[in-house]
Nanobody, 123 residues
Framework: VQLQASGGGLVQAGGSLRLSCAAS????????LGWFRKAPGKEREFVAA????????DYANIVKGRFTISRDNAKNTVYLQMNSLKSEDTAVYYC?????????????????WGQGTQVTVSS
């Protein structure tokens, strides 16, 4: 299983970015997929997760209302639409596949990780 994240970049505060994560290997439709981020000097933190069917997404409170997670199982791809970006959203963003049967809100519940994509928000 390989996960390839893309779409990061430099954006001004208030702007938007859309991250993509393409998966290869076994079909991803049977798994919850999530996004995490790690800012310099901070622990990796949960951002969002989406169920196998694409419904019932979970979000960290700090991104709720600004970020939207979605997936296209036909393309084995998960997305993270980020709007109203703030400087504190600056981080490396990682996509990951959750271990089946887990709540999928903590990083130790995920078994496969993408390489990360840098998001930098300038104020």
């Amino acid at each position: 299983v390989q996960l390839q994240a893309s779409g990061g970049g430099l954006v001004q505060a208030g702007g938007s970015l859309r991250l993509s994560c393409a998966a290869s290997g076994r079909t991803m439709s049977a798994y919850v997929l999530g996004w995490f981020r790690k800012a310099p000097g901070k622990e990796r933190e949960f951002v969002a997760a989406i169920s196998r069917s694409g419904g019932s997404p979970d979000y960290a409170n700090i991104v709720k209302g600004r970020f939207t997670i979605s997936r296209d199982n036909a393309k084995n791809t998960v997305y993270l639409q980020m709007n109203s970006l703030k400087s504190e959203d600056t981080a490396v963003y990682y996509c990951a596949r959750c271990i089946q049967g887990q709540a999928c809100l903590r990083s130790d519940e995920y078994e496969y990780w993408g390489q990360g994509t840098q998001v930098t928000v300038s104020s």
